[in-house]
Nanobody, 127 residues
């Protein structure tokens, strides 16, 4: 498994930017797809963005497309989520997660496909 620790969250105003980082430890990081998810109070955890094992393929939810960008650096064992033009509805706890399968060509959106999770980090966007 991969151990994950998120950083970079906080309180910002609508229209601002934030960059979340996820530091990973474990020998399998560079061989698994990674995902960012979020969970708002009273709502289910939802997929935000994903990146395949090599970084060549990314995908994102329609709600964040054009505003959020996921990237990874396998040499540094990190995956990042650049969030621009933040909206109040982006307020949530954000989690990074590692895929349970190796060498997936496209990141998947289902939470059940991920078996390692960070502790989560709060992002609050005020209007």
């Amino acid at each position: 498994q991969v151990q994950l620790v998120e950083s970079g969250g906080g309180l910002v105003q609508a229209g601002d930017s934030l960059r979340l980082s996820c530091a990973a430890s474990g020998r399998t990081f560079s061989s698994v797809a990674m995902g960012w998810f979020r969970q708002a109070p009273g709502k289910e955890r939802e997929f935000v963005a994903g990146i395949n094992w090599s970084g060549a393929n990314t995908r994102s939810a329609d709600s964040v497309k054009g505003r959020f960008t996921i990237s990874r650096d396998n040499a540094k064992n990190t995956v990042n989520l650049q969030m621009n033009s933040l909206k109040p509805e982006d307020t949530a706890v954000y989690y990074c997660a590692a895929d349970r399968s190796k060498f997936r060509l496209v990141a998947v959106t289902s939470t059940s496909s991920y078996d390692s999770w960070g502790q989560g980090i709060q992002v609050t966007v005020s209007s």
